[in-house]
């Protein structure tokens, strides 16, 4: 198993342009998670998602778009790129309800995305 | 309001040493706590995951316990090894919402 991967590694955008981080996991999970790391901070949920049809804000979802066709793919879209939205992105999925005990999330290698 | 905060921000140690990273909390209600280990460049790994009823959990040299009443958590590394270098983030679980709160990661460097 591949796990959770994700593409592109890295990224830069200008102001205003738009992009998809693409989110791939090949492990039949049902839930899936988009979260954002700034420097010094810790992971903010940006959306996430209980199963194939169904997505939910987060956090930090200003300035973000999600969508689920697929239990395997989770896209995250960025319109209108600003500054604030650089960041390392990292998507991670889980079996069952990130919550639980019972169900741990498993996280892919992260996007690194600057915005000038 | 929920808060996950840790100590030391970084710290550095000799391959062979032991050391202790520490995790507050502010969560209610708890549901679970959990250790990740963060590669630089990489994603979180999952260390251990304890729920209210467990005081100590192990993962290899690495053991993690937790004290509900006084809501803390400490890591604790055994005989480091340079592959150790990495953050270490706690993570806690409220019971009554859709998320995880993160720390802001204990940056540990070990040196030969």
């Known amino acids: 198993n591949a796990g959770v991967t994700q593409t592109p590694k890295f990224r830069i955008l200008k102001i205003g342009q738009s992009m998809t981080l693409q989110c791939t996991q090949d492990?039949?999970?049902?839930?899936m998670y988009w979260y954002r790391q700034d420097p010094g901070m810790g992971l903010k949920l940006i959306y996430y998602s209980v199963g194939a049809g169904i997505t939910d804000k987060g956090e930090v979802p200003n300035g973000y778009n999600v969508s689920r066709s697929t239990t395997e793919d989770f896209p995250l879209r960025l319109e209108l790129a600003a500054p604030s939205q650089t960041s390392v992105y990292f998507c991670?999925?889980?079996?069952?309800?990130?919550?639980?005990?019972?169900?741990?999330?498993?996280f892919g290698p992260g996007t690194r995305l600057t915005v000038t | 309001k929920n808060q996950v905060e840790q100590s030391p921000q970084s710290l550095i140690i000799l391959e062979g040493k032991n050391c202790t990273l520490q995790c507050n909390y502010t969560v209610s209600p708890f549901s679970n706590l959990r250790w990740y280990k963060q590669d630089t460049g990489r994603g979180p790994v999952s260390l251990t995951i304890?729920?209210?009823?467990?005081n100590t959990k192990s993962n290899g040299r690495y053991t993690a316990t937790l004290d509900a009443d006084t809501k803390q958590s400490s890591l604790h590394i055994t005989a480091s090894q340079l592959s150790d270098s990495a953050s270490y983030i706690c993570v806690v679980s409220a019971g009554n919402t859709d998320k995880l709160i993160f720390g802001t990661g204990t940056r540990l460097q070990v040196f030969p």
């Open positions: 304890m729920t209210f009823s467990e």
């Open positions: 492990m039949n999970h049902n839930y």
């Open positions: 991670a999925s889980s079996y069952g309800p990130g919550l639980a005990a019972s169900y741990e999330q498993y």
